[in-house]
């Protein structure tokens, strides 16, 4: 009988560290929905960047050509998808598309009773096996973001050319 009750109160004590484990889990799993939320803006705000750089490059050169119309006629008005390294941010793109946060994923985890059997054992299965889906969605995140700021970081490598190449067309403009 002592031994019983050594081990019911062994198997609680893990129930009780696992269900603080899946809860810290969980508050992890929201922080970086959050954290892929600020990413998917910092990536919209880099995306104009590129698109007004474009779009001054377009002008300067509008300025200095010595027949204005007739470069306006030959040379298109940047469109925002033709601005970057088209098919290796697109491959970027799709692979963060690809990677997209599946909200079912994410209520599957929290309330999972599977088994209406009330043992203590099959608490802990039923745990563990909510904490492994927790951390497999946890993963997809991080990789979804992982490709995020690839991309970002491709652009930004982008607009940092033609910023440069800009300045320095405005610099010979001056002269």
């Known amino acids: 009988m002592n031994e019983s009750k050594e081990y019911n109160k062994i198997l609680d004590e893990i129930i009780k560290e696992l269900n603080i484990v899946k809860s810290k889990s969980i508050d992890t799993s929201v922080s970086l929905y959050e954290q892929t939320n600020k990413i998917n803006t910092v990536t919209s705000n880099i995306e104009d960047v590129a698109y007004q750089t474009e779009v001054s490059k377009?002008?300067?050169?509008?300025?200095?050509?010595?027949?204005?119309?007739?470069?306006?006629?030959?040379?298109?008005?940047?469109?925002?998808?033709?601005?970057?390294?088209?098919?290796?941010?697109?491959?970027?793109?799709?692979?963060?598309?690809?990677?997209?946060?599946?909200?079912?994923?994410?209520?599957?985890?929290?309330?999972?009773?599977?088994?209406?059997?009330?043992s203590k054992l099959d608490k802990i299965e039923n745990i563990l096996n909510d904490i492994k889906s927790i951390t497999n969605v946890n993963n997809e995140e991080l990789?979804?973001?992982?490709?995020?700021?690839?991309?970002?970081?491709?652009?930004?490598?982008?607009?940092?050319?033609?910023i440069s190449k800009n300045t320095r067309k405005i610099k010979k403009l001056l002269n």
């Open 143 to 162: 990789t979804k973001q992982n490709y995020m700021l690839e991309y970002n970081n491709e652009l930004v490598e982008s607009s940092q050319d033609k």
């Open 58 to 118: 377009w002008q300067l050169n509008y300025i200095d050509s010595t027949f204005a119309k007739l470069y306006k006629k030959i040379n298109n008005y940047p469109i925002r998808e033709n601005t970057t390294n088209f098919l290796k941010l697109f491959s970027l793109k799709g692979k963060i598309l690809g990677m997209g946060f599946n909200k079912n994923n994410q209520s599957d985890f929290i309330e999972k009773d599977t088994k209406i059997d009330n």
